[in-house]
């Protein structure tokens, strides 16, 4: 089947910009998101973006889209020690498909 | 809050004896969902009902069965539990199921299995 991708561990600096990157094979798909789980918590939506727009800004969350290398990406401003978590990518064609998830650490 | 509840948080069972886990809504959504997390990998959707209307995905073990008695409710049972069954169980709602429907996620039911 298709996989969506992404890199298991990120660690940054608090302060720092975090870059997280996914990529995806369905090319039917026409939303891509990026969910949040914390430790002992279930998946909470951050963003999302629609296929045919390239960038979307957030407050200190920017998501990039490749769809041509079907590459998308998450950058998270002015890392916090709470952004600590595990970030999954998910693209939305018939069905949600995810990634296996980015664990982000914030060192202070 | 509107939110989706799932119980119990932590399950123990033994190899072998059915297990059932719980998930409620407020959201009044049409659609529920059971994923099944295991450690470092994506959460792999299992089925997902859209109002009374049950669908499997083609992969999902006949082990799991899952039933929704309204639209409150859904039930997540596993007949005969094995080793491999061990994971993060997460149960999410959507309104529809149209292509741009947000998915709102339980905190997950962790089940070990002895």
């Known amino acids: 089947g298709e996989d969506v991708e992404q890199s298991l561990f990120l660690s940054v600096r608090e302060g720092d910009s975090s870059v997280i990157n996914c990529t995806y094979t369905?090319?039917?798909?026409?939303?891509l998101y990026w969910y949040k789980q914390e430790p002992g918590a279930g998946l909470q939506l951050l963003t999302y973006?629609?296929?045919?727009?390239d960038m979307k800004q957030d407050q200190r969350l920017t998501v990039l889209l490749n769809k041509k290398d079907k590459h998308l990406s998450l950058r998270i401003a002015d890392t916090q020690t709470g952004d600590s978590a595990i970030y999954f990518c998910?693209?939305?064609?018939?069905?949600?498909?995810f990634g296996a998830g980015t664990r982000l650490t914030v060192k202070p | 809050d509107a939110m989706v509840i799932q119980n119990p948080r932590y399950q123990v069972t033994q190899f072998g004896k059915p297990v059932t886990l719980s998930c409620s809504q407020t959201?009044?959504?049409?659609?529920m969902y059971w994923y099944q997390q295991k450690s470092s990998q994506a959460p792999k959707l299992l089925f997902h009902?859209?109002?009374?209307?049950?669908?499997n995905e083609a992969d999902t073990p006949d082990n799991f069965q899952s039933r929704r008695p309204n639209t409150s409710f859904c039930f997540l049972d596993i007949r005969s539990p094995g080793l491999g069954d061990a994971a993060m169980y997460l149960c999410?709602?959507?309104?529809?199921?149209?292509?741009?429907?947000?998915?709102?996620f339980g905190p997950g039911t962790r089940l070990t299995v002895l």
């Open positions: 999410a709602t959507s309104r529809n199921r149209d292509t741009y429907n947000e998915q709102f």
């Open positions: 369905d090319s039917s798909s026409t939303y």
């Open positions: 973006i629609f296929s045919n727009m």
């Open positions: 998910a693209e939305k064609g018939n069905d949600m498909r």
């Open positions: 959201l009044n959504h049409n659609v």
């Open positions: 009902y859209y109002d009374k209307d049950f669908n």
